[in-house]
């Protein structure tokens, strides 16, 4: 059973795709495999709680609130990506470790 994606995941996910493209939740659902309506329904909670913001063109842009949470996950992740690449684990399973120790 698929676990659901935390609010640290997708703000993540949101910056880490922010940064070669524009952003619409289908590519969100796309990079957590989901459909476009769960990714709708998390979106709105991102929104209400004031963590993004999707405009006109429905391009998802994070607020200075999400941005923060955001960097300071992906900065967990890279951290752990490195620490245990460095110890031996391969880059696909570190990634995957380092998805769950992130947010520990």
């Not at 609010?7 to 990079?31: F, N, Q």
């Not at 709105?44 to 391009?59: C, S």
């Not at 960097?71 to 460095?86: A, I, Q």
């Amino acid at each position: 059973m698929k676990q659901k994606k935390s609010v640290e995941d997708y703000l993540k996910t949101i910056y880490t795709l922010s940064k070669r493209k524009a952003v619409h939740g289908s590519d969100i659902a796309g990079e957590f495999g989901v459909s476009r309506p769960t990714v709708s329904v998390a979106l709105k909670d991102l929104a209400e709680e004031g963590y993004i913001f999707v405009d006109d063109t429905h391009e998802v842009h994070l607020t200075e609130k999400g941005k923060r949470i955001a960097e300071d996950t992906y900065e967990r992740h890279s951290t752990f990506c490195r620490l245990l690449t460095r110890l031996g684990v391969d880059e696909k399973t570190a990634a995957v470790d380092a998805c769950e120790m992130e947010h520990v």
